[in-house]
């Protein structure tokens, strides 16, 4: 077995683990409440920032920037807490190349990632219009850089911390005004953002709550 | 369907979703970064005229043990192609057709020996030679197996850079020149200057992306006579497309502008193996500089309309 063969293995593995300690606390917490989720549906913009040394004493600047859209299933802990799953993917993404003397492209390069996890989340209250909320992830992140003939791919994952505010439009339907998200890197196989450690990402959307409260 | 089934739907759905998007062929450690091997080499020629390109095969790539006075070989590289399609690019042996090329390199990954070969005949050789601190020492050129065109000699600074390169031609001694470089522009500092004789080469970044020099874009212009006595400049861009330590691209343009005026005439360049190899050598991307001086060949000056420039693109194929 190789070792592409294990880290498949292991990546099927984990996502099997979280998945099913997310569906036992769902349901040991179902017993004691009504049932209220909420979906969303967002867009928004993330930035990475890859310094490079190469190994001819050349300096770069790469920089992984996408236009990404999210989902979201939040299941509503109490009026404030909710605790959910969230996938987010490129709608267009690039890696980009500058040199470290006056910043003009190297390169472009075709790029992609796929980032998803656990998501929890903290209203600040139930304010009629406006609700601000704070929130912490825990998320796995792969991005896959395009070369001719090969490709480059990081694994990594970490924690993530952000702020917002919705706008009630209805009982059911919240806007998404903004909300921003900075992430720290744990853990990187070492090749692509070897030296990165934060990124960031600014989203907007739409919320569909599910509650059986009013 | 109620709430929480619901809930558990959009969850699952969620999950189900995250699969990987990381292939098993893909690079993720700096190990299988290293076993990427260069495969081919995709070279487009663009002029006005046409587009064309070439591909030079690697055909074997294989390891040895050959002891030599220079050093011992342990690689040996062969290559293949069906010669260049446009005149921008051209041999400077005049060979055609389907060629073999080859490369051998010490045990470090320097260079030793290129060569071009038709009909399993010699008809170009590069030998790279270094001292004894595995620095590069000379550069000899043969057209032919045995006819030595250029003995070049490097002569360091005390920076290390390649200060002078004392070039002896037996076959012609009107050649020999003392070639001499100035180095700036910038950090890491690159050749600002190449003098042979009378001719000048002169860096001048007008041509690079914001008008400035940096590691990636390098031009240079020469002056040149042109049609009735006026002299222009004729200048050439070397852009470098750089990947995860590895070299994706070269290109090599012909800005046939200067100063608002349009060069008519385009010029030619000669194949040279530090258009395929630099990266391999310590000092690569100054000896790409300073033999301008053999690959650029220059055509005679006249203002004109506008033209589209022109440009050779070495684009590099790695694979495991």
């Not at chain 2, 090329?101 to 470090?108: A, E, G, R, V």
Request: aromatic share 10%.
């Amino acid at each position: 077995m190789n070792v592409f063969d294990l880290n498949t293995i292991m990546d099927y593995k984990r996502t099997a683990i979280t998945i099913g300690l997310l569906l036992c606390f769902i349901s040991a917490t179902a017993q004691f409440r009504l049932p209220s989720f909420d979906i969303a549906v967002k867009a928004g913009f993330l930035s990475m920032s890859d310094d490079r040394h190469t190994s001819n004493g050349n300096h770069y600047n790469f920089t992984y920037e996408s236009i990404t859209w999210q989902a979201e299933a939040n299941l509503h802990l109490g009026q404030r807490l909710a605790i959910g799953w969230f996938y987010n993917k490129k709608l267009y993404g690039n890696y980009h190349g500058d040199s470290d003397n006056d910043g003009t492209a190297a390169s472009d390069r075709d790029a992609s990632h796929l980032m998803y996890g656990i998501n929890l989340r903290l209203s600040g209250g139930r304010a009629p219009k406006f609700r601000p909320y704070v929130q912490v992830k825990y998320y796995w992140l792969e991005t896959v850089v395009q070369y001719p003939g090969y490709r480059v791919a990081a694994d990594m994952n970490g924690v993530a911390a952000g702020v917002g505010v919705m706008l009630r439009v209805s009982n059911k339907l919240y806007i998404n005004l903004i909300e921003g998200e900075l992430s720290m890197i744990t853990k990187n196989e070492k090749v692509l953002f070897a030296d990165s450690n934060l990124f960031a990402q600014l989203r907007a959307g739409l919320t569909y709550n599910f509650s059986k409260r009013k | 369907m109620s709430s929480p089934r619901k809930f558990y739907a959009f969850a699952f759905m969620l999950c189900c979703l995250s699969c990987t998007i990381i292939e098993d062929t893909d690079i993720l450690t700096s190990d299988q970064l290293d076993d990427l091997k260069l495969t081919a080499i995709d070279i487009v020629q663009e002029t006005s005229a046409r587009n064309s390109s070439s591909t030079i095969r690697i055909i074997k790539d294989s390891a040895m043990n050959l002891s030599t006075s220079n050093g011992t070989i342990t690689r040996y590289v062969e290559m293949e192609m069906d010669g260049f399609a446009a005149g921008k690019l051209k041999f400077r042996s005049g060979v055609t057709g389907t060629i073999t090329l080859y490369q051998s390199y010490l045990s470090d990954g320097r260079p030793h020996t290129f060569g071009i070969v038709k009909n399993n005949v010699i008809v170009e050789l590069h030998r790279y030679r270094y001292g004894t601190n595995n620095r590069l020492n000379v550069i000899n050129f043969f057209l032919g197996e045995d006819n030595l065109v250029y003995h070049d000699s490097m002569v360091y600074n005390s920076d290390g850079n390649i200060s002078s390169m004392i070039r002896e031609a037996p076959g012609d001694p009107a050649m020999n020149v003392t070639i001499t470089m100035e180095y700036g522009g910038g950090n890491p500092v690159t050749v600002s200057r190449v003098r042979a004789g009378s001719l000048e080469l002169q860096q001048s970044n007008g041509n690079c992306p914001n008008n400035s020099q940096q590691q990636n874009c390098i031009a240079y212009f020469r002056s040149i006579a042109g049609q009735g006595g006026n002299n222009g400049n004729m200048t050439v861009v070397i852009k470098n497309d750089h990947g995860i330590s590895l070299l994706n691209e070269v290109s090599i343009e012909d800005f046939r502008m200067d100063n608002g005026n349009t060069g008519q005439e385009s010029d030619a360049y000669f194949f040279h193996p530090l258009m395929i190899n630099k990266q391999d050598l310590a000092l690569g991307e100054d000896l790409m500089s300073i033999y301008m001086v053999d690959w650029w060949d220059p055509r005679s000056y006249t203002t004109g309309s506008a033209i589209q420039h022109e440009r050779v693109r070495f684009k590099y194929n790695y694979g495991l």
